[in-house]
């Protein structure tokens, strides 16, 4: 059975589709479902992915707040960037489009999404909400499931890691940023390329998370 886990953001959207029964990895990644304008300065041939608060007012080249300050720029007349006019509604169209484009998402027969607090954060809980939406009607989904967040450190079964951060949220990420690592070098049945990309990767503790999340639901729910 295949199931899809999603950790939700505002900006980005961690995934893992995993084989329920050897717990192997099908499909692991971030999907970027930002609305918000970017930084187009580059850097090693890339354009900077930090939310672009400022323009040349002449060409419309969008910055972000520190590469404002870089001595390239320091001459140019710039003026604030837009706001968007609708952005929620912006949003949910770039989550539908974002998913429309991951085909092997439909192949799932169980989805599963970090449960938001709604009153916390509103736009949090719009985002998983559109992402359940989204499956309730597309495909042959058997079931989706909403999976609280302090549950996914609760699929470590390796030995005790040593943390002494006391802010329980940064601790929280630095262990399951741990626990990840070691369960995929258990499974052997893991392709390389995921170590790879988990080690090369931003956003470990996002894709941690939804790593973990699967693991959860795979060993006590399903």
């Not at 187009?40 to 972000?64: P, S, W, Y």
């Not at 092997?104 to 985002?127: D, G, H, R, Y």
């Not at 741990?178 to 052997?188: D, P």
Request: charge should be positive; charged fraction near 30%; glycine fraction near 4%.
């Amino acid at each position: 059975m295949k199931i899809l886990s999603f950790d939700v953001g505002i900006k980005n959207l961690a995934y893992c589709q995993l084989d329920s029964e050897d717990k192997s990895i099908l499909d692991w990644g971030i999907l970027n479902i930002s609305v918000e304008p970017t930084c187009q300065h580059k850097i090693k041939g890339k354009c900077c992915e930090n939310t672009a608060k400022k323009m040349v007012k002449d060409t419309g080249f969008r910055l972000c707040t520190s590469h404002t300050k870089l001595k390239c720029y320091k001459d140019l007349k710039l003026k604030n960037t837009p706001k968007l006019k609708n952005p929620m509604f912006d949003l949910g169209k770039s989550i539908i489009k974002t998913l429309d484009e991951k085909k092997n998402f439909l192949e799932s027969e169980i989805v599963i999404i970090e449960n938001q607090p709604a009153l916390k954060n509103p736009t949090m809980k719009s985002v998983q909400m559109i992402v359940y939406s989204y499956f309730l009607m597309k495909g042959s989904i058997k079931e989706i499931q909403m999976i609280n967040a302090r549950n996914k450190l609760k699929s470590y079964t390796g030995p005790k890691v040593e943390c002494d951060i006391k802010e329980t949220y940064k601790r929280n990420k630095f262990l399951a940023i741990q626990y990840t690592r070691y369960m995929l070098y258990q499974n052997q049945l893991i392709s390389h390329d995921y170590h790879k990309l988990f080690e090369e990767s931003k956003k470990k503790d996002d894709l941690s998370d939804s790593y973990l999340q699967g693991l959860y639901f795979i060993d006590n729910i399903k």
